[in-house]
Nanobody, 122 residues
Framework: VQLQASGGGLVQAGGSLRLSCAAS????????MAWFRQAPGKEREFVAS????????DYADSVKGRFTISRDNDKNTLYLRMDSLKPEDTAVYYC????????????????WGQGTLVTVSS
């Protein structure tokens, strides 16, 4: 599956953004989907994941209660709603597909979008 992320931008601390990830092909609904992020000088880290029919979601402790992952299989689109943003959320955000539920390692995902930059000012 090919992925394209969008929706990043500059926002003040405490603000909100919604990221989208459009998938091509007819296999989107078969994949566990996830968001990762990479801040400057840091390794890529897991943010959130959702199973194929949205029965189960998983979040990094750092975003739990603030971010919400969702998907629309009819529209082949993955979303990440980000609320109460903090400067430490500043990063390039990547959508990924093909992983396994409960597995947060980036290496377990084999399809990646190009990334969208989120900058949170203090």
């Amino acid at each position: 599956v090919q992925l394209q992320a969008s929706g990043g931008g500059l926002v003040q601390a405490g603000g909100s953004l919604r990221l989208s990830c459009a998938a091509s092909g007819r296999t989107f609904s078969r994949y566990v989907m996830a968001w990762f992020r990479q801040a400057p000088g840091k390794e890529r880290e897991f943010v959130a994941s959702v199973t194929q029919k949205s029965a189960w979601t998983d979040y990094a402790d750092s975003v739990k209660g603030r971010f919400t992952i969702s998907r629309d299989n009819d529209k082949n689109t993955l979303y990440l709603r980000m609320d109460s943003l903090k400067p430490e959320d500043t990063a390039v955000y990547y959508c990924a597909g093909g992983g396994r539920a409960g597995v947060t390692a980036a290496g377990s995902y084999d399809s990646w979008g190009q990334g969208t930059l989120v900058t949170v000012s203090s």
